[in-house]
Structure formats: C-alpha cells, structure tokens
C-alpha cells in the first residue's frame, strides 16, 4: 500500500487516509490554490507503528522519494546549508482535535544552515528566532523536555535585556538563547539537539504518531466520542514566513461569521507572526478587515480565496494563511466548526442561495445542536451588574463560582459546584477544566483562540478576550475596571451570546426556540428571529424527509398538550403507575392490603373512577391521534412507606403500648413485598396476574373512557399496552380477561371501541420468542431501558453513579448504553424481535419508548431496522423529529 501521497495525489473525499488536514491541503491545491509544497503520511501508516511500535517498513523509502521530489521543486535541499529548504512536520487526524497533538515547525535547520537562512532572507534575527523556536518546540515534542525550561530561559534572556517583548530581543541576545537552550536539551534528554535534517524529520514524524496517544488528545477522544483507532495522518509542508517583517504575517478567517452565520469579513491577523502565535491568542491580533489596508493584493486575493473555497465546499470554511514578503499562501482549510444557531441559518442561508437542497441541508444540522438551542438563556429583563464585555465565542447563559485554575474547577465540580473557568488564556492543559465548567471566560484571545474553538466544540458558554478585565491566576481574582474584584468562589454569569459579563447570578429565560415550539412566538413574525425561521424551515423539511413518526411518553393532560405542541404524533408511552401517587397512594396501599375479596374489589371499585378520569383527560388532549396505555408496572413494595421508617414509627408506638393497628398490617406487608431485586420481581405483567382485577379495573378505565370520549364526539384512539411480558403465555391470559371487560363495555355502550392490545418488548425472552409474541399482539413496543438493563444485566438505578465512569474511561463504551442504544446487542435484538413479529403477523406496529426514543443516534439506528415510530419526552420530540428526517435523507 502507498504510504505517502503528495499534496498534487489527494483530495477532500481521503479524510481517512489522509486526516482532515492533507485532505484539504490536497483539494486547495488542486484547486489551483497557492499551497505550499508537501505531502501527508497516510493513518495507515501511524496505525501500523502505534500497533506494532514500528514503522511500517517501506515508510523510510517513501518519505524519501517525496522528500526528493519536494527538494527538486524548491530547488534546494532539506537543511542545506547555504540555503536550507525548511518543513513544518504536522499532525492530521480524521476529525479535528485543536491542539491536541504535535507540531513542530522550522525542521532543516541547524548550526550550519541558520546561517544560510540569514543570508538568503538578509535577516539574522529572523534566522536565529526560527532556531530558537525550532529547538523549543522538537525539545518539548519530539524529546520530551519540559517546556517551562525553555519559557523560564526566554523570560530570563528578556530581563536580562530590560525588554518584556519576544521582538524585541535581537540576533546576538537569540543566538545565545540557542545555547543555553541546547544546552537544556542535552542535560534533560541526554542528548544533543540533532544536526542532521534528516534524522530531525523522522523524530518529528514519530512524535507526531505518538501524540496520538498522548493524555490529552485521549480525553479529547472521549470527550467528542472520537474513535482510539483511528489514528493520524502526519503532514510534511515547506515552511512559508510570517514573520520576515512588517509586509509578512499570519491569520485565520472564516468565509461566515461562525457565531451568527452572517456573510462577511472574519478573522483575525497577526503582522510579522508565525501561525502559532495566532492560534495560542499570545499576541493580540487586528481584525481581518484591517488587511486591506495592510496588504490590498493580498487581501483581495484572499477574499477570492474564500469565495472559491465556499462555493466548492458550499459551507462555512475556516483557513489559515501566510503572507511572506506580500506573497500569500494557503496553510490550511476545512469545513469550520460552528455555533449551533449558526448551523441552522448557514443551512438555510446555503438553500436560499441554491448550493445545497434540502436533504443536504438536514446533514448540516445535527438533533445535539438543537437541543442545544433549546437551553435557557438570560432574562433581558433581570436588572444585573455589567462588569465587562469580551468576545461572544460560544453562545449559553452560564452562572457559576469563580475559579481562576483546571484543578479547582475539577474539584469544585466533583463537589457540586458550578463554576466559571476564568483564565487570561485557555491551553490543552485547560482542558479538564474546562469540561467541568459552565462557563469558560478569558481575558485574551480572539474568536480562534484555543479557548474559543474547544468551547465551541464542547457546546459550552465562552466569553473570551474581554481585555478589560485583569485576571490574576496567582491572586485568584479578576478585577474589572470600576475598581470591582471578583474573588475565588464569588458567582459570576457570562453570556456567551453576546459577550457580556456580570457580577452575581442574572436569572435566565426560555430559548426562543423553545417559545416557538411552544407556540408563543412565531416563524415570520418579527426579527425573534432568524433563528426560529431557520429552525422552522428545516423542522418542515425534516417533517417532509421522515418516515418514522414521533411520539411522546406522557402521562397526563397537559405533558400530552405540551408534546402536541413540540410535534407528537400521538403517545407512545402513559406510565400508569404516575397516576397512583398523591393522594391516591392510601387507596393502592388498601388494595394491597386487601385481606378480602371483597375488601380489594372496593379500592378497585374506588380507583377506577379516578383513572377514568385521567383516561378522558388524556383521550381529549391527543383527540384524533394513538395514546398507548401501558398497564401497572412498578413493584408494588414502591408504594407502601419506606421500611425503615415503618420500623422505628411501629417499635416506638409499641414501646409506648400503643401500636397502630394498620401500621402493624403495613409493616407485614411491606415484609412480604420485600425484594432483594424489585428490578425482576413482582412488576410488569406480573403484577397483573397476581392482583385479580388490578389490570381488569385499568382495561375498564381505558374502555370507558374511551366510550365517554366517543360519546362527546371525540376520537379516542386508545391502545392497551402489556408490560415486561417474557412468554406468550402471559400476554394470552392478560388478553383474555381485558378482551371480556371490553367486550362488556363495548355492549353496555353500544360502541365499537377497536382497542388495539399489544406488549412491550423489554426482555431478553420477549425478544427472543417475539414470533410467538406477535400471535397474541396487535404492536410491539420495545422499551430499551429494561432490555438493555436484562440484556447487559446491568441495574439502571446504580450502574452510571457506580462503575460507568471507570468503563467510559478505559473505552469500554464511547457513551452509556442507556443513553445510546448498544447496535450489536440490544440493537441487534430489537432488529431481530422486529423481523420475528412482522413475520408472525405483517404489518406489526412497532415502536420504541426506552429513553433511546429520544436520542439521536439511536434513532438512525430506529430507522434503519425499520420501526414505525419513537417516543420520547415532550422536550426531546423536536430532536427527534429533526433526526428521523435526517436519517431518511
Ligand atoms: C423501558 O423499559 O424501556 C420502558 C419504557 O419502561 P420503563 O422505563 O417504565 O421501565
Ligand atoms: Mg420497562
């Protein structure tokens, strides 16, 4: 296999092989960009060394024969000495992970060709700096040296000079720093900083293979679900100079305001820099605009740039570039990340100007970004105290406790605090820290900076570069001017939406997202805004692609009216076992009670006119459209007092001579229902035909119901629902008796009721005979909690707060199985359990109501193995709703 492949032999489609970087730099320069010359070791390659801890064995000749042809091109040779060719060596993987792995620019040069390079570029300091950065950066990366020996050496060279500006040290003050900085290479590595140019690139590239397993980059995999395997691709690119004085520099821009979509001039510009002074947020830079009157040529060839670059990708890019010497080139694109909001309109935005149809406009969007939209935010209203403003970097209302370090966010958020990153600028090593945030703020930094773009990632509030607050991470406070000083632990609130930051807590406020799916504001109405007519229009063209419906699991009146609102084609899921709390609880305990027949038919007798009620209610709110009922379910120990309590409540009454008859009952029966594993005990089906008439009284509730609704002209559609049913055998014997209290209400109404009678699919059983299972159902609902709860043999109640953090940790899952659905063992039973039934009777109903229903990628996978709708909560029916068009299209 080819290992190596020149910029001229990829394109965009090789993401795979070639990591998102080279396959970009390979379409630019295809596209005729002006790229510089390089080529991109495959991810083949690095799986091959991180597998075997060695490079595969024809790498070396590869690298060579593109090395040579790299050299021919430019025509001088890597680290010549009279006039050295230099590469930057950079890290590529599928998915972008800013920051997380290695670079290391200015390789070729040495003792030897640093003087070259000051002679061919007339400028000395210029050659010594790209020494001394070249030095720095293979001694932290490729050797392993602390990279604070190099800071400290840089400070110490600077106030040695009086100086506090990296600038404005000069060649003589540089070319002693690249002695004592050699000299820290070879008392911590034990080894001399390399002279051969050669053997510098293959230490780079090795290094640049391993960091793919370094910490850092591993957590950032975990964070974004990103597979371990994958690898990264290594990109081999001549060096260009940003920094050979004032008609050279270094920025980044995006083809779209990422924040809000808008078209327009984006970025930001660093003159005389090199690109990671830009990224790093170390210096401040100039907003992109100002290039033009910098640099007209080429700013101008740069706005074509993007142009080009946007309607080829037809979406949002990000670049960064290099002007040297007023020659500008092309260092990097991809498709830019983006805030939520700004996926929505830039989707629509891409319809409206024809570069994209609707189908591809539901790929630009994502059900996680949705929801997302869906968070509150500050309540405009609130009266609060303005302490600064920064940039908006990632949009969220975010309240917490300040704090000024990783480690204390960390640790403050383990003990249940919600707390503010705040730190003058965000590196990889924030990044734990930034997890357990709120909200990050910094003082520095524009919208690429490192702070910015991982937040945007993570979906989490960032205010950054608001220059005039002064963080003091040593002092732990940030002063604002006014002479206000926020200390450790005091609660600040930022908005990441618009970049204001406040003292104190502000109140927040619904999305306006939400207030459309509520019905209170509307698509067209007003500028409020062109979020909601952008979600609104792809929510119509999700609607239009989808063939799954979607349902909500709600179980009572004004939940079903809210997911009515939200979309809900109907109600997947009514937990009856809701309606048996408050003041109801008494008349269940007495049914358990029951010594008697005729004791337990008189609170069935009692209940039934109460679940009626609740029944009607919930037929009217979803008139015209499916409610499934699903029958008692919970063991029934859940509604009698806690034992303990009961305990000590009778031994005391008892020590007193006065012990309470019923508490006495109480405490015995609570004894007999007590379970070791309530999970798989008396529950379900179970329950139904243990208890004579419990499930005979909800059947009647449901029919009559349902008879009183036709009777008001209404259109009940009542579905009765038998749950954690393992064997036909007791589905049948349910059948039976709720087929008979039907028939009867049916006679003494004088109403075809067409109650249709299914079952859940939640054990391992169920799934597994489903073909007998559907002799005696008329649908299936697969209720993935509890399947995936037996199928794993994991209990819901304890696995996540136990033992799931050290499994998500060691990669066991990417992403708790109750959350996603496991597609090779759970799913593979629900695909299984569809066919079976639909085999037994064609046109099985089948559905889903576990939390699954809800969650976008298992919804893909509801798609695919065919079922007929999902349900879920009323506030998650919109991202569902969002992802079944998405997986249709
Ligand atoms: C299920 O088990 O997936 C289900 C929907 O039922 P419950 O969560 O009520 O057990
Ligand atoms: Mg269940």
Redesign the pocket.
């Known amino acids: 296999v080819k290992l190596v492949y020149d910029f001229t032999e990829g394109n965009k489609d090789l993401k795979d092989l070639l990591g998102g970087k080279g396959a970009n730099l390979a379409e630019m320069t295809n596209l005729g960009l002006p790229v510089p010359p390089g080529f991109t070791i495959t991810t083949e390659a690095c799986r091959v060394y991180l597998d075997s801890g060695e490079e595969p064995a024809a790498l070396r000749d590869e690298v060579s024969a593109h090395l040579d042809a790299l050299e021919a091109k430019a025509g001088k040779r890597l680290g010549q000495a009279d006039d050295p060719l230099l590469v930057s060596v950079r890290s590529g993987a599928k998915f972008s992970m800013p920051g997380m792995m290695d670079t290391v620019l200015n390789i070729g040069l040495s003792d030897r060709s640093v003087q070259g390079l000051a002679e061919q570029a007339g400028d000395e300091r210029f050659a010594w700096d790209s020494y001394r950065r070249l030095i720095q950066m293979f001694g932290k990366t490729v050797l392993g040296v602390d990279g604070d020996l190099f800071e400290d050496a840089l400070d110490q060279a600077k106030r040695a000079k009086k100086v506090t500006v990296d600038t404005e040290l000069e060649a003589a003050d540089l070319k002693k720093l690249v002695t004592k900085f050699k000299k820290i290479v070879k008392a911590e590595a034990g080894r001399d900083f390399p002279q051969d140019p050669r053997e510098q690139m293959d230490l780079a590239i090795k290094a640049v293979f391993d960091s793919w397993n370094g910490e850092r980059a591993k957590l950032y995999r975990r964070q974004e679900r990103i597979p371990h395997d994958l690898g990264t691709a290594v990109n081999v690119c001549s060096m260009v100079f940003g920094n050979l004085g004032p008609d050279s520099g270094t920025g980044v821009a995006f083809t779209r305001d990422p924040a809000s979509g808008h078209q327009g001039v984006y970025g930001d510009y660093l003159q005389n820099a090199q690109g990671e002074d830009v990224v790093a947020g170390i210096r401040n830079t100039v907003p992109l605009a100002e290039l033009e009157s910098i640099d007209k040529k080429s700013y101008d060839r740069l706005m074509q740039i993007m142009e080009t670059l946007e309607n080829h990708y037809k979406d949002l890019c990000d670049i960064e570039f290099t002007i040297e010497r007023g020659q500008l080139w092309m260092l990097q694109t991809r498709v830019g990340k983006r805030t939520a909001g700004a996926a929505f309109r830039i989707a629509t935005q891409l319809v409206d100007q024809g570069l994209i149809d609707e189908a591809e406009a539901l790929q630009r969007v994502t059900g996680a970004q949705l929801a997302q939209l869906m968070f509150p935010r500050f309540d405009d209203q609130a009266k609060v105290r303005q302490i600064g403003r920064g940039i908006a970097a990632s949009p969220g209302a975010a309240v917490g406790k300040a704090v000024f370090d990783s480690y204390t966010a960390v640790k403050w958020s383990r003990s249940g605090e919600k707390v503010i990153l705040i730190r003058r600028e965000t590196n990889p090593d924030d990044l734990d820290g930034m997890i357990a945030a709120e909200g990050i703020l910094t003082s520095r930094g524009g919208k690429t900076s490192h702070a910015a773009v991982v937040a945007r990632g993570m979906g989490k509030t960032c205010v950054c570069g608001a220059e005039e607050l002064e963080v003091d991470t040593k002092r732990r406070c940030l002063s604002a001017p006014g002479g206000v000083v926020v200390e450790e632990g005091d609660v600040i609130s930022i908005d990441g939406s618009t970049g204001k930051v406040y003292l104190g807590e502000v109140p927040v406020v619904p999305s306006p997202v939400v207030e459309y799916f509520e019905g209170r504001m509307h698509a067209g109405a007003d500028d409020a805004d062109e979020l909601v007519e952008a979600v609104h229009r792809i929510m119509a063209f999700a609607d239009r692609k989808r063939r799954l419906r979607v349902r909500a ?1 709600a179980d009572n009146a004004e939940d079903a009216l809210r997911a009515r609102r939200f979309g809900a084609q109907g109600i997947g ?1 009514c ?1 009856t076992e809701h309606m048996f709390l408050g003041d109801r609880r008494e008349l269940v305990e007495r049914l358990i009670l029951a010594d008697t027949d005729a004791e337990r038919e008189e609170s069935l007798r009692q209940l039934l006119p109460l679940q009626k009620r609740d029944f009607v209610e919930l037929f009217e709110a979803m008139d015209g459209l499916p409610v499934t009922v ?1 029958l008692l ?1 919970p063991p029934l120990h859940e509604f009698l007092p806690d034992i303990t309590e009961l305990s000590v409540r009778v031994a005391l009454a008892e020590a007193r001579k006065d012990p309470h008859e019923n508490d006495l009952r109480l405490l015995q029966a609570v004894h007999r229902l007590h379970e070791q594993n309530p999970m798989l005990g008396l529950r379900g089906v179970r329950l139904g035909l243990v208890i004579p008439g419990l499930f005979t009284m909800q059947v009647r509730a449901i029919a009559e119901a349902a008879a009183e609704r036709r009777a008001a002209k209404g259109d009940p559609r009542a579905e009765i629902m038998i ?1 954690l049913v393992g064997t036909v055998q007791e589905l049948e014997l349910v059948r039976d008796e709720a087929d008979q209290v039907i028939a009867e209400v049916q006679e003494a109404t004088g109403t075809d009721l067409k109650l249709a009678i299914g079952t ?1 699919i ?1 054990l391992p059983r169920a799934a597994l005979t489903a073909g007998q299972i559907a002799e005696a159902a008329e649908f299936f609902s ?6 995936t ?1 037996t199928v794993w043999g994991f209990s819901r109640d304890d696995v996540e707060a136990s033992f799931f953090t050290a499994y998500l940790e060691k990669g066991i899952f990417g992403v708790s199985p109750f959350e996603t659905i496991d597609k090779d063992g759970v799913g593979a039973l629900v695909r299984s359990a569809a066919e079976a039934g639909r085999a037994t009777r064609p046109g099985l109903k089948l559905g889903v ?3 699954h229903g809800g969650d976008p990628e298992s919804v893909h996978f509801f798609h695919e193995v065919g079922l007929d709708y999902v349900s879920c909560s009323p506030f998650r029916i919109p991202v569902a709703r969002l992802e079944a068009g998405r997986a249709a299209s």
């Open positions: 699991n899921l937990r699903r379910d749950p859940m939640e697969f209720g993935t909690n509890d399947l709860q109501c576990g939390e």
